[in-house]
């Protein structure tokens, strides 16, 4: 979560803590396989990883 070190620095504060945003799908339109910059592939890793945690650890809150 983006904002993770700041809650548990105290600095932020959960206000509505049973409220979610409503699942989505996200879209990356890119050129395919290897004729991609290696940045925007190390871009959509980076990207999946990220939501893939998001997602574990929102699953088992």
Known sequence: ?????AL???RLQVVLP??????AQLYAITV???DAPARVRVF???????LARLRETTDSA
């Open 18 to 23: 049973h409220w979610m945003v409503a699942r």
């Open 32 to 34: 395919a396989g290897r």
């Open 1 to 5: 979560m983006v904002a993770a070190s």
């Open 44 to 50: 959509k890793e980076f990207v999946r990883e990220e």
């Open 8 to 10: 548990a620095d105290n």
